[in-house]
């Protein structure tokens, strides 16, 4: 049978868009920095986007 919509989703779903929304945005910031100023800044913007990634991975993939 199909879930409603919404349903199944778990309980970190909220956060989840959350940090989502944190990654595209400081990937963003990041490539603009890194090709229009400061390449050490634009890196380090970089790699903090990855770490917000790797939590909403990690939250997926544990099925909270």
Request: net charge positive; charged share 20%.
């Amino acid at each position: 049978m199909m879930e409603r919509l919404g349903e199944g989703r778990g309980r970190f779903f909220a956060l989840r868009q959350v940090l989502n929304t944190l990654f595209i945005l400081t990937a963003l910031a990041g490539m603009f920095i890194f090709f229009k100023g400061n390449r050490d800044v634009g890196s380090y913007l970089l790699i903090a986007c990855c770490v917000l990634k790797f939590a909403e991975v990690t939250l997926r993939l544990m099925k909270l």
